[in-house]
């Protein structure tokens, strides 16, 4: 278990965990049909808790192109490693997405609305108005990644090989994406996370999936570049406290 192959599988186990309740809520005749916001966000939370607690000991489960930049933009992880974990963190949301269309695919099929359809793996505005759908991306991710700098002064190892999150750990993690969830998600479905929303968007433009319609990429930089900004964000006033 490398650093590389760790994100690769925790990015994975969120992105199975967390695209499976979009599907299990959103898609017809699942047995979670229909449960709801709370049911959603608690699942990405769990989603995040897996995810890290895997990944956690081997890479510092960034699983997150956002959270690796804003942790090198605060010093707290070398630059050279940034397009690998990257890379590791896109194949595991993409392998994780595929997998949640694979298992459901009696239900996408049953299910009318290309939207609906496409909300399983990817986000969408509640309403569209870019400015502000980027800004509730900055925020909410100013929030998880300020939070883990902060509470956690995210520093290397002792031997400078395993990236750590400190005494955060995988609960605290996992408690502060249900809240984003809960307090900010419910206009774009926060993202957070380059990776989470555009892998699992690209998966949706290539695997069949009856009457899927659009797969959105007219909005599909604002939770890239939203999440990204509010890294860095998050480092520069993290940095600025001391």
């Known amino acids: 278990m490398t650093p590389f192959i760790a994100e690769i599988v925790g990015t994975f186990l969120l992105m199975l965990l967390g695209c499976g309740v979009n599907a299990n809520v959103s898609l017809q005749k699942t047995y979670g049909s229909g449960s709801g916001w709370i049911v959603i966000t608690t699942g990405w939370a769990f989603a995040v808790y897996t995810g890290v607690v895997v990944a956690g000991p081997y890479s ?8 690796t930049i804003g942790l090198a933009v605060a010093g707290e ?3 050279g490693d940034i397009a690998p974990y990257i890379i590791a ?3 595991g949301a993409m392998l994780g997405a595929f997998s949640v269309w694979l298992m459901n695919k009696d239900h996408f099929n049953i299910t009318p609305d290309g ?3 496409r909300g399983v793996f990817c986000n969408a505005p509640a309403i569209p108005n870019t400015f502000l759908n980027l800004l509730t991306e900055i ?8 939070a883990v700098l902060y509470f956690t002064d995210a520093t290397l190892s002792s031997d400078n090989t395993i990236i750590g999150l400190g005494s955060l750990g ?4 996992a408690l502060i994406v249900w809240g984003i969830g809960l307090s ?4 774009t479905g926060y993202a ?3 990776a989470r929303d555009m892998g699992p968007r690209i998966v949706h433009a290539l695997v069949p999936i009856k009457d899927k319609g659009s797969s959105g990429w007219g909005y599909s930089w604002i939770p890239v570049v939203g999440p990204i900004l509010g890294a860095i964000l998050a480092a520069g006033i993290a940095m600025l406290l001391g």
Do not use: E, Y
């Open 184 to 187: 900010l998600g419910g206009t």
């Open 170 to 173: 995988a609960l605290p993690v």
């Open 60 to 67: 510092g489960a960034h699983l997150n192109p956002a959270v």
């Open 139 to 146: 925020l909410g991710t100013f929030v998880l990644v300020f």
């Open 89 to 91: 963190q896109f194949i």
């Open 115 to 117: 939207d609906t359809k």
């Open 192 to 194: 957070i996370n380059p």
């Open 77 to 79: 992880f070398p630059v």
